[in-house]
């Protein structure tokens, strides 16, 4: 007997259902790094100085004094002429910013005022007579001289000698060969320095200080200040580079002892003698 056919098995069929392509997401734009710029340097502090000023530009003096002398035996200490010249410059400002901060804290009367304002006047009379005749073809300026006129009180004074002051920089060379020579315009300028620091001094103990005046006193102290530590950064490198030059010669090296910090007196840390002379 024949067995009965087995139905045919069915083929399963799969229905594959295309997916949707997940959306791409789309790509945010980079954001701009911002570009690092270096921190600015900090403003240089004004530190009080450790000894007195007066102290530090005579010890400065007597040093430039002795690189004169040993110039040729500090060269491979890294200290030359140029180095003697710089030390006199610097002490010389100390001294002007140190008078200026002088006069400021002793000012207490009008009289202080006065014999200050005098040198002003006859810079500021100078400076203008000057540029009236010398920089005659120049219309801008002759304007802003028409514009400065006469003095009508010491703001006045003040404002036009600053101007005046900047208007001789801008025409040094029409200036050059007259007697408004670099050297007077710097003892105009530290003129106008000194009244400035007098004028805020006495109207301080009159109790009529205004904002203006207190930036004038505290400014003539940080000038004072800048000018200490210029002179003393120098003074003290100087002194280590000649007991350098002189590591083996105990009496040469004493000559480049530096000053005493913080000494309430006028004493100096194994004060050099004078320079000996070249034989």
């Not at 801008?170 to 050059?176: A, F, G, M, V």
Request: aromatic content about 4%; hydrophobic content about 45%; proline content about 6%.
């Amino acid at each position: 007997m024949a067995k009965p056919k087995k139905p045919a098995a069915r083929k399963a069929t799969v229905k594959f259902t295309p997916r949707k392509a997940a959306a791409t997401p789309a790509l945010a734009a980079p954001t701009p790094v911002a570009e690092k710029r270096p921190a600015a340097p900090a403003a240089p502090v004004a530190r009080r100085p450790d000894a007195p000023p007066a102290l530090v530009a005579k010890h400065a003096r007597r040093l430039a004094s002795q690189v004169r002398v040993d110039v040729a035996a500090l060269a491979h200490a890294k200290v030359a002429a140029a180095d003697a010249h710089r030390l006199e410059t610097l002490a010389d400002a100390l001294d002007a910013a140190q008078e200026a901060w002088l006069v400021i804290q002793d000012a207490r009367a009008t009289g202080v005022v006065a014999s200050t304002r005098d040198p002003v006047r006859a810079g500021r009379d100078h400076v203008f007579a000057a540029l009236r005749t010398f920089a005659d073809a120049n219309p801008t300026t002759q304007s802003a001289l028409d514009d400065i006129g006469e003095v009508q009180g010491d703001d006045d004074l003040i404002s036009d000698t600053t101007r005046l002051l900047a208007l001789a920089k801008k025409h040094h060379h029409d200036l050059d060969g007259t007697d408004l020579t670099d050297a007077r315009l710097a003892e105009i300028r530290s003129a106008l320095g000194l009244f400035v620091a007098a004028r805020g001094g006495a109207q301080a103990a009159a109790g009529t200080t205004t904002q203006a005046e207190d930036e004038a006193t505290r400014g003539a102290r940080r000038a004072r200040n800048r000018a200490f530590w210029a002179l003393a950064d120098l003074d003290r490198q100087v002194a280590r580079r000649g007991q350098y030059a002189f590591r083996d010669d105990e009496a040469k090296r004493a000559r480049y002892a530096m000053y005493r910090r913080s000494a309430p007196t006028a004493a100096v840390e194994g004060a050099s003698p004078e320079p000996t002379p070249v034989k």
